[in-house]
């Protein structure tokens, strides 16, 4: 991922100001900042949610200026995110919830039957399998927005603010899982206020202020 001089505004508030970035394949980089930094609007320019107002956007090769609207959904299924507010179903079960994901893209039911429960088992929610996120903990939640952001086998995470909402213990645990993606050679990349938190992971960090790195 490289970013090149990038200016993004909104409302004519300028929200970026000149981040040029590179971030490699593989990489466990934590972006912190207090909130209105610019972390999250960094992170939406990566998914092509938005577009910045001025430089350039490279994500494996390609200018995501240049991408065609249609190419956008297969660019996602490479980005796997994940929020604070777990943006869970709430209508659907653990399985159905990650399945969906899946359904979304077109992928048969074999596959789905398959793979939806390893998932599941990686994340520490195999036993969880038909609870709906009513019957479940904070981190069980967000372990399961985990094992949905995963399920396409993605190349980059991006976390943002992922333990925003939750105790210690288990801001620990989901810190401990993003580790262990990152470790099977996934790209991720952790947008946080939280400075304990990137301290423990001890890897490479980028400081945001007011759109600055």
């Keep these: 991922i490289k970013l090149r001089d990038v200016y993004t505004t909104?409302?004519?508030?300028?929200?970026?100001?000149?981040?040029?970035?590179?971030?490699?394949?593989?990489?466990?980089?934590?972006?912190?900042?207090?909130?209105?930094a610019g972390k999250s609007t960094l992170l939406r320019l990566m998914?092509?949610?938005?577009?910045?107002n001025k430089g350039e956007i490279i994500l494996d090769?390609?200018?995501?200026?240049?991408?065609p609207s249609k190419a956008v959904p297969l660019l996602r299924r490479k980005i796997g995110t994940?929020?604070?507010?777990?943006?869970?179903?709430?209508?659907?079960?653990?399985?159905?919830?990650?399945?969906?994901?899946?359904?979304?893209?077109?992928?048969?039911?074999?596959?789905?039957k398959n793979d939806v429960p390893k998932v599941l088992g990686i994340v520490g929610l195999a036993e969880?399998?038909?609870?709906?996120?009513?019957?479940?903990?904070?981190?069980e939640k967000q372990r399961l927005a985990i094992a949905r952001a995963l399920i396409h086998r993605p190349?980059?995470?991006?976390?943002?603010?992922?333990?925003g909402n939750l105790d210690y213990v288990n801001s620990y645990d989901v810190l401990k899982l993003l580790m262990k993606i990152n470790e099977l050679g996934t790209t991720v990349i952790l947008a946080t206020h939280n400075k304990n938190m990137v301290n423990s992971v001890g890897r490479r960090v980028i400081t945001m202020e007011k759109g600055k790195m």
Excluded at 47 to 52: A, G, K, Q, Y
Excluded at 61 to 67: E, R, T, Y
């Design 155 to 163: 190349r980059i995470i991006l976390a943002d603010e992922p333990t």
């Design 10 to 36: 909104y409302d004519n508030e300028e929200v970026l100001n000149g981040v040029s970035l590179e971030i490699k394949d593989g990489e466990f980089v934590s972006i912190v900042g207090l909130s209105g």
């Design 61 to 67: 090769g390609v200018n995501l200026a240049d991408l």
């Design 47 to 52: 998914t092509r949610e938005i577009l910045p």
């Design 128 to 139: 969880k399998l038909n609870s709906f996120p009513h019957q479940m903990s904070g981190g």
């Design 82 to 112: 994940i929020y604070q507010d777990f943006k869970l179903l709430s209508n659907k079960t653990a399985f159905e919830n990650v399945a969906f994901a899946m359904e979304v893209c077109g992928m048969d039911e074999e596959e789905i």
